[in-house]
């Protein structure tokens, strides 16, 4: 119904109303963030008095690369690329405020908190060609602060929009109060979750910081919203699983020692029922271990200017996953020589199995046809490896099973 999907929605504008509470999260401003006294207090405190509450700091992406900005316009067939040949190369914003879907035809606002060096003729002359850049890209003019009592009219105009009128909603309503609004968070970003982990073990797997030839793995799981690690590892174990059994040589994936650590709001989701026994309060996490690789996730909070009040356990390995502002570079794709993959069927076929759905003439071709497949794959098949195809099939392409002789191409 309209309140479900209302619900879904907003669980797609990720925010996270406990920012408030500074005993346990807290932004922390270092040179590489907020580059002086002046932008920390326009930051920490300008801001969220302009819009009457802190939500607007977890909309801000910090000191962001205008190469990003300009390399990965959101407008579309506009790209201003040729810019990032010049002046622009490893330049950042003070401030940038994108927005996933156009709001007031504008794809972002930049907010530059501009010092004396700004008055100079030069410099003067890269802002202007900065903010022309921005502009071709899609996003409104650059604001430029100068004194905390600057108008931020352009700014404010945009807090009505869908987006950040829905970000506000969210801190000051949060979704995980319900249990309504708990299960829309779990449908609309659990999923993203678990990929985000699978994501990060395949990448440790893949550079042998996580390694396959060892009898065991313990990994922790900081869970700081959407319960996901149980869904992430038993999804991980079975896709390795069936490629193991297409591979043919017998290995399996080490034992995972799962242990997650979650937060209260989020003890009472759906997805942790019936793994208590695994689950404990975050607050206990430094106590534990060691383990292999301790994952840091969240997927409320966007960007790394947050930091938590809770210890590390001790580890080796230690990945904090989070949601991003934008694209950050551009996709890549990891390839390999081809893979040879033992056969589907313990043998070939014989030309009497070859020919015995073709011997009656009276039979119809598409009775034939399926008459010799049944010859050939009867007793032939090697279960797991079909049983492991047909997962894949599945999982990638939602096909319930083969066609009629398939198999015996796929085989090829």
Same mark, same amino acid.
């Given at each position: 119904?309209?309140?479900?999907?209302?619900?879904?929605?907003?669980?797609?504008?990720?925010?996270?109303?406990?920012?408030?509470?500074?005993?346990?999260?807290?932004?922390?401003?270092?040179?590489?963030?907020?580059?002086?006294? =002046?932008?920390?207090? =326009?930051?920490?405190?300008?801001?969220?008095?302009? &819009?009457?509450?802190?939500?607007?700091?977890?909309?801000?992406?910090?000191?962001?690369?205008?190469?990003?900005?300009?390399?990965?316009?959101?407008?579309?067939?506009?790209?201003?690329?040729?810019?990032?040949?010049?002046?622009?190369?490893?330049?950042?914003?003070?401030?940038?405020?994108?927005?996933?879907?156009?709001?007031?035809?504008?794809?972002?606002?930049? +907010?530059?908190?501009?010092?004396? *060096?700004?008055? !100079?003729?030069?410099?003067?002359?890269?802002? *202007?060609?900065?903010?022309?850049?921005? #502009?071709?890209?899609?996003?409104?003019?650059?604001?430029?602060?100068?004194?905390?009592?600057?108008?931020?009219?352009?700014?404010?105009?945009?807090?009505?929009?869908?987006?950040?009128?829905?970000?506000?909603?969210?801190?000051?309503?949060?979704?995980?109060?319900?249990?309504?609004?708990?299960?829309?968070?779990?449908?609309?970003?659990?999923?993203?979750?678990?990929?985000?982990?699978?994501?990060?073990?395949?990448?440790?797997?893949?550079?042998?910081?996580? #390694?396959?030839?060892?009898?065991?793995?313990?990994?922790?799981?900081?869970?700081?919203?959407?319960?996901?690690?149980?869904?992430?590892?038993?999804?991980?174990?079975?896709?390795?699983?069936?490629?193991?059994?297409?591979?043919?040589?017998?290995?399996?994936?080490?034992?995972?020692?799962?242990?997650?650590?979650?937060?209260?709001?989020?003890?009472?989701?759906?997805?942790?029922?019936?793994? *208590?026994?695994?689950?404990?309060?975050?607050?206990?996490?430094?106590?534990?271990?060691? &383990?292999?690789?301790? +994952?840091?996730?969240?997927?409320?909070?966007?960007?790394?200017?947050?930091?938590?009040?809770?210890?590390?356990?001790?580890?080796?390995?230690?990945?904090?996953?989070?949601?991003? &502002?934008?694209?950050?570079?551009?996709?890549?794709?990891?390839?390999?020589?081809?893979?040879?993959?033992?056969?589907?069927?313990?043998?070939?076929? !014989?030309?009497?199995?070859?020919?015995?759905? =073709?011997?009656?003439?009276?039979?119809?071709?598409?009775?034939?046809?399926?008459?010799?497949?049944?010859?050939?794959?009867?007793?032939?098949?090697?279960?797991?490896?079909?049983?492991?195809? !047909?997962?894949?099939?599945? #999982?990638?392409?939602?096909?319930?099973?083969?066609?009629?002789?398939?198999?015996?191409?796929?085989? *090829?």
């Amino acid at each position: 119904d309209a309140d479900r999907i209302d619900l879904l929605r907003r669980a797609l504008h990720p925010i996270d109303p406990r920012m408030h509470a500074a005993n346990n999260y807290r932004y922390e401003p270092t040179w590489e963030k907020l580059e002086s006294a =002046f932008e920390e207090g =326009f930051f920490l405190n300008r801001l969220p008095e302009v &819009f009457g509450s802190a939500f607007i700091l977890q909309a801000l992406d910090l000191q962001r690369s205008l190469e990003d900005i300009l390399h990965f316009p959101q407008a579309g067939e506009t790209s201003p690329k040729t810019y990032l040949k010049g002046d622009f190369t490893q330049q950042r914003v003070d401030f940038a405020l994108p927005f996933p879907y156009p709001q007031n035809e504008k794809w972002g606002i930049i +907010l530059e908190v501009d010092g004396p *060096q700004h008055n !100079t003729t030069a410099q003067q002359s890269l802002d *202007q060609r900065r903010d022309k850049a921005v #502009s071709e890209a899609g996003w409104d003019d650059t604001l430029r602060i100068r004194s905390m009592t600057d108008s931020l009219d352009r700014l404010l105009q945009y807090q009505e929009a869908p987006y950040l009128k829905t970000l506000k909603q969210n801190f000051q309503e949060p979704l995980y109060a319900s249990s309504s609004g708990l299960t829309a968070l779990q449908l609309a970003l659990t999923p993203i979750a678990v990929a985000r982990i699978q994501g990060v073990l395949a990448r440790f797997v893949l550079h042998d910081w996580l #390694s396959l030839e060892r009898e065991q793995w313990r990994i922790a799981v900081l869970e700081r919203d959407v319960p996901a690690a149980h869904l992430a590892m038993e999804d991980f174990k079975i896709h390795f699983e069936h490629l193991f059994a297409l591979e043919g040589q017998g290995r399996q994936l080490p034992q995972i020692e799962l242990s997650i650590f979650n937060t209260p709001e989020f003890a009472g989701a759906a997805l942790n029922q019936g793994h *208590q026994n695994t689950i404990q309060d975050i607050s206990k996490a430094a106590d534990a271990g060691p &383990f292999d690789l301790v +994952l840091d996730c969240s997927t409320l909070v966007r960007g790394h200017a947050v930091v938590f009040s809770e210890r590390m356990p001790q580890t080796r390995l230690h990945a904090v996953i989070r949601s991003s &502002f934008g694209q950050r570079r551009d996709r890549r794709f990891i390839s390999e020589k081809p893979i040879q993959y033992p056969g589907i069927f313990t043998r070939d076929m !014989t030309d009497e199995e070859r020919l015995s759905g =073709f011997l009656d003439p009276d039979t119809p071709l598409e009775q034939q046809v399926e008459a010799g497949r049944r010859a050939y794959e009867r007793d032939l098949l090697i279960p797991e490896r079909i049983h492991a195809l !047909t997962f894949f099939l599945q #999982s990638v392409f939602r096909k319930t099973s083969f066609r009629p002789g398939q198999l015996p191409i796929i085989d *090829q």
